[in-house]
């Protein structure tokens, strides 16, 4: 398909499956699927540490208490939005059981290996 005639399309306001349909012909469909919901949260863009509040933190609670269901060498931590010393604990558990630096700091790569866990344990990917 022609980027240049695609748009000219839907400059003339047709709709994407009519756009589709005029170069693929009139068998081509879109499928959709219902939303999924409780998909992880992309990272914040700042590290997470002692003294970081707000929603980023009561997600990464959130996300570690429900690895913590599967991996009990990760302690729960109260859900409450407030990275103290116990949110701190439970990262460093969580990075020395899955190779990452045990510092206690959600940054990016610790943000999405929490996130990737947690889907997997709540079995998110499969719904």
Do not use: C, H
Not at 96 to 111: M, Q
């Amino acid at each position: 398909m022609t980027q240049w005639g695609s748009k000219y399309l839907g400059d003339q306001g047709y709709e994407a499956i009519q756009i589709l349909r005029n170069y693929y012909g009139d068998t081509i469909f879109i499928n959709t699927a219902p939303e999924v919901a409780g998909v992880p949260s992309s990272w914040p863009g700042s590290n997470l540490t002692i003294g970081s509040t707000g929603q980023p933190v009561r997600t990464i609670q959130e996300q570690l208490n429900a690895v913590a269901n599967v991996y009990s060498i990760i302690p729960k931590v109260a859900v409450d939005g407030n990275f103290g010393e116990g949110t701190a604990e439970a990262v460093r558990a969580f990075q020395r059981t899955f190779g990452l630096p045990a510092n206690g700091i959600v940054d990016l790569p610790t943000w999405y290996r929490i996130s990737e866990l947690y889907v997997a344990v709540t079995r998110i990917a499969e719904l």
